[in-house]
């Protein structure tokens, strides 16, 4: 009888687990992929939570972490139930109350992006005098392709700032001088990050917008993988001969960054090609699909041509519906593949944030002694740092003899936030208006805020450290030299 009872137990249980395996079918999820998100990167809790439901999975307590028994079914039962993986639809996207296909029902709105939907519903916000005035992102009239925040207050406005640019941009800068000038009701367009700023601005016990009754924001956030720096990126593509004054259009799309003149594709190149130039910031961000917006938009699962809208508020849904019901937008309806298309995205985004790895990067020099000494003209106590984007410093460097006090070691530092190639270091001793014992080094890439140690020999004199002063100059390809500095490493030895 207690067998049987067990048997019964047992089978109610199996009938549990291929429920799960069958529903879960296609889904491509398996131990190997636990294995490299999870216990490789080193945040598994050791929970043993996959090997307890799991028949071919077995806790090792020597290891810490699960082994394989058997044949892995790639069932996913594993990957999906670990409390470390973001797997659940809410978790991934956030919260929604209604899901669109969408694209503009309105001529007027030529050339912009996918289905041009954040475009017809600015205009439709205008028409219906909903809003005082938006902000939107344009292009820079004088510096091709480069971001610009703006408020702007007409329909012709909005229709002339249709088109995305992969960079950052300061819009809540653009949106606090509709406030501080009576705009009183805003569309606010803007990146995932962007939204949360002013989300927190809104609902932080401190945030600036949160007593200020007179500003209602809509928030309309666009779907984000990720972002460029454009200080970076650019220069780039000019160096592949492109000329950014001719291009008309930049999308991305199926992993490829494309650019256009008209309706023709001038180039394109995959995303991972493009990595380096990624923002840093993007790193770390696990948002793609803007979710604390009312209303969010982006061209993942819809199709050519068309966008994915979700409507996450009471208010989104609202003006969603009558924006589609006075012609303006043209709806199709949300389908369970089209959320999957965003979900699949959205998983590989919130995953990044157990992925960043520091680089690391040694480099090897050789000192040139028999270099002669050059006449340093204008040697002053401190060089100024050149100033290639105004005062933005791009470099830190910091210099403290070893212990030994046989060199100096040199910590160089990526603070500008963007990739910087092909940096020439050079270090030498100065005495008097001299430059002696010249060292020279090469960088050939230097990622966001990444740190990189280097080691300068300080000469030995009758077994005494010769100190004194050095300089430290460090010249860059593209910007020239970014970096001169003398130091006062103290008082040489008699």
């Not at 899901?99 to 029902?105: D, I, L, M, R, S």
């Not at 001969?241 to 001719?246: N, P, S, T």
Request: glycine content about 8%.
């Amino acid at each position: 009888m207690t067998n049987e009872l067990n048997n019964e137990k047992s089978s109610k249980y199996d009938y549990s687990f291929e429920y799960i395996k069958k529903k879960l079918e296609g889904s491509k999820d398996s131990f190997g992929k636990l294995v490299k998100e999870v216990i490789r990167t080193g945040i598994c809790s050791q929970c043993g939570t996959c090997a307890a439901i799991c028949p071919v999975l077995e806790w090792d307590p020597i290891l810490g972490e699960p082994r394989l028994v058997g044949r892995c079914s790639g069932c996913g039962i594993c990957y999906n139930n670990c409390p470390k993986v973001i797997s659940d639809p809410i978790d991934l996207v956030g919260e929604f109350k209604a899901g669109y296909v969408t694209k503009t029902g309105i001529p007027e709105v030529v050339g912009a992006q996918d289905g041009g939907t954040v475009t017809s519903l600015l205009c439709y916000l205008f028409d219906e005098h909903l809003i005082d005035g938006a902000v939107t992102t344009k292009k820079d009239p004088n510096r091709p392709w480069v971001p610009v925040a703006q408020l702007i207050t007409t329909k012709e406005e909005a229709i002339e700032s249709a088109g995305s640019i992969y960079c950052h941009s300061q819009t809540v800068d653009a949106l606090m001088d509709g406030v501080r000038n009576d705009i009183r009701s805003v569309a606010f367009v803007g990146t995932p990050c962007n939204i949360d700023a002013v989300a927190k601005m809104e609902n932080s016990p401190s945030g600036m917008l949160k007593y200020f009754m007179r500003a209602h924001v809509l928030k309309i956030g666009l779907f984000c993988m990720d972002s460029f720096s454009h200080e970076a990126l650019y220069p780039f593509f000019e160096k592949e001969g492109i000329d950014l004054r001719e291009i008309t259009k930049m999308d991305i799309n199926k992993g490829k960054f494309f650019l256009f003149r008209g309706d023709d594709e001038v180039k394109s190149y995959k995303i991972k090609e493009l990595d380096k130039f990624k923002a840093s910031s993007c790193n770390f961000c696990t948002d793609l699909a803007a979710e604390n917006a009312d209303i969010s938009v982006g061209s993942v699962g819809s199709g050519p041509m068309k966008n994915t809208t979700l409507a996450r508020t009471g208010l989104g849904v609202e003006i969603m519906d009558d924006a589609i019901k006075k012609g303006y937008i043209i709806a199709e309806p949300f389908s369970v593949s089209n959320l999957n298309s965003v979900l699949y995205l959205a998983r590989l985004k919130k995953v990044m944030q157990y992925n960043v790895k520091a680089r690391r990067v040694f480099i090897v020099s050789d000192m040139d002694r028999e270099e002669p000494f050059e006449e340093l003209p204008e040697l002053k106590e401190q060089v100024e740092i050149a100033k290639p984007f105004g005062a933005r410093r791009m470099l830190r460097v910091d210099q403290k003899i070893n212990e030994a006090k046989t060199g100096v070691n040199i910590a160089i530092k990526n603070v500008v936030g963007f990739l910087l190639e092909k940096l020439d270091v050079r270090v030498a001793t100065v005495e008097d208006i001299f430059e002696k014992r010249p060292w020279k080094a090469d960088i050939k890439e230097l990622y966001p805020f990444e740190s990189i140690q280097i080691q300068y020999p300080i000469e030995i004199k009758d077994g005494k450290p010769a100190l004194g002063e050095i300089i430290i100059e460090i010249f860059s390809d593209t910007y020239g030299k970014i970096f001169s500095r003398k130091y006062d490493l103290g008082p040489k030895e008699k």
